[in-house]
């Protein structure tokens, strides 16, 4: 079972808490209406699939109902970091530099 870190909250619980809402830090286009179909696509459709750390987003739905960001290593499952909607993505390199 994973565990999940709410930053709202402030409490780590299993994932049943949660639930998963795509990846995350996707900007939305500024005209949307001049986009072709192939790029409309694109945009609603087509995501990375990266083999290691990936943002994703999340959401608390049985606690505070918030969104919130988590990185999220795909080979281990291990949640390695959790931050708040809207916040830049961590820069993990410092991290790493101090273990």
């Known amino acids: 079972m994973l565990l999940i870190h709410c930053p709202y909250c402030d409490e780590t619980l299993p994932e049943l808490e949660f639930a998963y809402a795509g990846e995350a830090h996707i900007d939305r286009p500024a005209d949307p209406a001049s986009l072709s179909d192939e790029e409309w696509r ?3 459709f087509i ?7 990936h943002a994703e987003r999340w959401r608390h739905i049985h606690g505070c109902a918030r969104f919130f960001n988590a990185l999220r290593d795909t080979v281990s499952d291990e949640f390695i970091t959790t931050y708040p909607a ?3 993505r961590p820069d ?4 790493e530099a101090a273990e």
């Open 86 to 88: 809207g916040q830049a």
């Open 47 to 53: 995501r990375s699939n990266v083999k290691g750390t």
């Open 42 to 44: 694109d945009y609603l």
């Open 92 to 95: 993990l390199t410092i991290k």
